[in-house]
């Protein structure tokens, strides 16, 4: 399985079949997850551009780089968790896995 994906027991031919549309949301999600932790990352070495000549602490950089990752990031990932787990649930039921079924 590509390393880009992610780790499941269900195909990703079966994702797509019994459940299209959180398939897609889940793929949108995670791009635009990976994309606002490269944007926070590279906001943050921005800020600490200037502070590499000399022997300043960058405060400004990890003030953005950790604002970014708790109000923005970490929001965004619990959705995305959120929805990767409604998919999975939707594909288990589609294939009748009783195993992935919450009691």
């Known amino acids: 399985m590509d390393s880009t994906q992610d780790e499941s027991r269900f195909t990703r031919s079966d994702r797509e079949r019994f459940d299209p549309l959180g398939y897609r949301r889940t793929h949108w999600i ?3 997850l990976r994309v606002v932790i490269l944007l926070v990352a590279g906001a943050a070495l921005v800020a600490a551009y ?3 000549s000399n022997a300043d602490f960058p405060v ?3 003030v953005i780089y950790s604002a ?3 109000f923005i990031s970490m ?3 619990l959705l995305y968790e959120s929805v990767l787990k409604v998919h999975e ?3 288990a039921d589609g294939l ?3 195993a ?3 009691v």
């Open 60 to 62: 400004a950089s990890l």
């Open 30 to 32: 995670r791009w635009a």
């Open 100 to 102: 992935s079924r919450p």
């Open 89 to 91: 649930l939707t594909v």
């Open 96 to 98: 009748g896995d009783v």
């Open 75 to 77: 929001p965004l990932c």
């Open 68 to 70: 970014g990752m708790v």
């Open 50 to 52: 200037p502070c590499l």
